[in-house]
């Protein structure tokens, strides 16, 4: 059995918990089933996977894992793998098998999807896909989703909340109108943000850069600490470099794309 399902980046801005777009970095998987676990991890984390507990390392199977999504840095690689593992069981609804264990869907939602999606209660919708490159400052420290989350306010005032509804319909419009150069705006933020940016000091320089550089608009990556932009295509590497230079040294650039799939089982 093989699966193979994409990267994502939730939030987008203003999204909070509603909003994600599949990334193309993918999480492959090949497994048969096995009287223990027994896995071999390669590609981005792999020591990692393979030294601690992972959703796919309690399951049953003998498998192969080739990743390619930054692990902890804000590109959903817990909920890919979540997504994996709920595909190898057989769970006929592997986004509330994941999202549940994630403690939100957007992420998950994404992943099983693909494209650019709305989480609404128990509906996916999906949203036009934009047909720019993805710069991203992949973040050197991995920071654990409940640490970020933890410096949320438990609530909000109506002003910001009012401000955040706006952009998020204002989101809605671009992606169906392809008014990209207003995207800046639309991913502005009030809810989580401005509260999480402090946990990563360079951040907000990185993602000035990414403006410089030529960035329809700008984020941060789920709940951080990695940045996304929204470029013209062909004007990604510059503006990925650009971010690259700014932000900490063991920090890097990539340029990347909306996946129009999402989760893929064969076999």
Not at 55 to 61: G, K, R
Not at 127 to 150: K, W
Not at 233 to 240: F, I, M, P
Request: hydrophobic share 45%; with cysteine.
């Amino acid at each position: 059995m093989r699966v193979r399902v994409p990267a994502s980046i939730a939030n987008l801005g203003a999204g909070f918990d509603v909003l994600a777009m599949a990334v193309d970095l993918w999480l492959d998987v090949e497994a048969e089933e096995s009287d223990e676990p027994e896995w071999e991890f390669e590609g981005e984390g792999a020591e990692l996977l393979a030294a601690g507990p992972n959703p796919l390392s309690v399951l049953p199977m003998r498998g192969w894992v080739n990743n390619e999504i930054p692990v902890g840095v804000g590109l959903g690689s817990s909920a890919a793998a979540r997504v994996v593992a709920a595909a190898l069981r057989g769970d006929e609804d592997p986004i509330g098998a994941a999202g549940r264990e994630e403690g939100h869907y957007d992420n998950a939602a994404a992943a099983v999807m693909g494209g650019v999606v709305a989480v609404v209660g128990d509906e996916v919708y999906g949203l036009p896909v934009p047909d720019l490159e993805i710069a991203l400052f992949v973040a050197p420290n991995p920071v654990p989703t409940e640490e970020a989350r933890a410096v949320l306010p438990a609530t909000v005032s109506r002003e910001d909340a009012v401000f955040n509804a706006g952009r998020v319909a204002a989101l809605v419009q671009i992606l169906h109108n392809r008014q990209w150069p207003m995207l800046d705006l639309a991913l502005e933020d009030r809810l989580h943000q401005p509260y999480r940016l402090p946990l990563y000091p360079w951040a907000q320089e990185v993602m000035d850069a990414a403006r410089e550089a030529g960035a329809f608009g700008v984020g941060l990556a789920g709940a951080g600490p990695s940045v996304f932009a929204f470029c013209e295509r062909r004007l990604g590497e510059d503006v990925a470099a650009a971010m690259e230079e700014v932000g900490p040294d063991d920090g890097y650039g990539l340029v990347t794309r909306v996946s129009r799939t999402g989760l893929h089982v064969r076999g």
